[in-house]
């Protein structure tokens, strides 16, 4: 059984692998370099490792799994109010995420509603899912959301929730609902 620790962002849970004694890292890339003074560590999905002592980090608990030690729902909060970036459904619910978060998001969802699938973010967008992204290129003075949609068009309870999200007015949206009305 792995262990896990557990942290909370704004748009959701998230988790490194936990390790609390020098044998759990046996077989690990971290066997016989990081020191039992050390200990506990977290290791993260890029090979990178800090000390867990003194907590901190938003640091939530200590899980135990064979499996996905979070669900989807708390890895990226659904239906938040102050929604900001992620992934809408057809349906209009929301799947939040970080400005760097959206393919581990949409592997997620598509593992949950379409688990054959294996190119999620396009699954996602055939599907009809819009991908609300951050717009910045380095060269605005102020980040701006863009909302994407792969097959041109969107679902009126998209764009109701685009509404109630203040996204209704954006360029590109505006182009997505004159493409989409026909079809409501």
Known sequence: MQKYAIFKSETGYYYYKYYD????????????????????????????????????YQFVRIAESDTEPLTLE?????????????????????????????????????????????????????????????SWDGTQREHKQFVYSLTGKMTKRQADKLFDLGLYANPEVLEIISASEDSW
């Open 21 to 56: 004694t020098i044998e759990s890292l046996t077989g690990t890339m971290f066997d016989g370099i990081i020191s039992p003074e050390s200990l506990p560590v977290v290791i993260d999905e890029t090979g990178g490792f800090f000390s867990l002592k003194g907590a901190g």
């Open 74 to 134: 708390e890895m990226f909060f659904k239906n938040m109010d102050d929604f900001k970036l992620g992934w809408m459904s057809p349906d209009g619910d929301t799947y939040s995420c970080s400005y760097t978060g959206h393919a581990k998001c949409a592997k997620m969802l598509a593992e949950k509603f379409f688990p054959d699938a294996q190119l999620p973010e396009r699954t996602l967008g055939k599907a009809g899912w819009l991908k609300i992204i951050d």
